[in-house]
């Protein structure tokens, strides 16, 4: 009976960290696998492997009160491994987004089923487009690989990491990052509907019997799709290169949680 109990303690400190990591990421989302009973079993499941590892220190743990402690602290741990991973998802999603609302599809507006909230049909596009590139192309094994390295960093029994005023500020930074990476995905096609519409504009001031508005929208629509066809791999080739941070999680996370 000693023998489950402990399994069941050493189980309890093992997955919140998964379990709120998981939740962020859209690859993982409860829309996407039919529920959040497997995405929890994905998470009990990455979590099992760490259980010869955890049992041998469970005197460490002397009270229920150090128990409740550490099960935040692995929850608080998961949930900034959940925000750095998802950066570059939501990236890509804002970056659909920001050139729909740019020509006028916005609009058009519905649920994600990877994110659960409101965004366009090219942040729809996207999304999707970039978590299949995440699983077929291997990176979700790099980033398992990284995410078990952050237990050597920060062990399941060990005390919570030390949270500073530093912590906050990258915080705020690792936002000022997500509209860095949008824009820079969305800038070409933006850019070029801007110019267009600039150029609408001159047209309705020589020829103002013109109707500009009715106009606008499919040929803006148009340039749009034709400036993403052109560097459709090399905004592809940026979201990988973005996705590749994420393997860095303990370098981050030392700077986060000192």
């Known amino acids: 009976m000693n023998g489950l109990s402990d399994l069941i303690l ?32 994905i998470a009990a499941a990455l979590a099992l492997p760490l259980l010869p590892s955890v049992i041998p220190h469970l005197d460490e743990v002397q009270s229920n009160a150090m128990l409740i402690g550490l099960i935040a602290k692995e929850a608080v741990i998961g949930l900034f491994i959940g925000f750095i991973s998802a950066i570059p998802f939501w990236a ?42 995440f699983f077929i192309t291997g990176s979700v094994l790099l980033w398992l690989s990284a995410f078990y390295k952050t237990f050597l960093l920060w062990p399941m029994t060990d005390f919570p990491p030390q949270l500073v005023f530093h912590s906050v500020t990258l915080v705020f930074e690792s936002f000022s ?11 070409p096609a933006v850019i070029t509907m801007f110019l ?49 941070d994420i393997f860095l999680l303990t370098e981050q996370l030392k700077a986060w949680l000192p």
């Not at 400190?13 to 989302?29: E, H, K, Q, T």
């Open 92 to 133: 890509i999603e804002s970056a659909g987004f920001v050139i729909d609302n740019q020509r006028g599809a916005s609009m058009a507006s519905t649920l994600n089923p990877l994110s659960g909230d409101q965004t366009s049909p090219l942040g729809i596009l996207f999304n999707h487009a970039g978590t299949s590139l």
């Open 177 to 187: 990052e997500l509209m860095n990476i949008t824009w820079r995905l969305a800038a």
């Open 10 to 41: 050493a189980f309890s400190l093992c997955l919140p960290r998964f379990f709120v990591a998981l939740i962020l990421i859209p690859g993982f989302a409860k829309q996407l696998l039919g529920g959040a009973v497997i995405r929890n079993s």
């Open 196 to 244: 267009s519409e600039f150029g609408l504009g001159l047209m309705n001031r020589f020829t103002p019997q013109m109707n500009v508005f009715f106009l606008a929208m499919p040929i803006k629509s148009g340039i749009a799709l034709l400036v993403l066809l052109l560097y459709i791999s090399l905004f592809f080739d940026a979201f990988l290169l973005e996705l590749a």
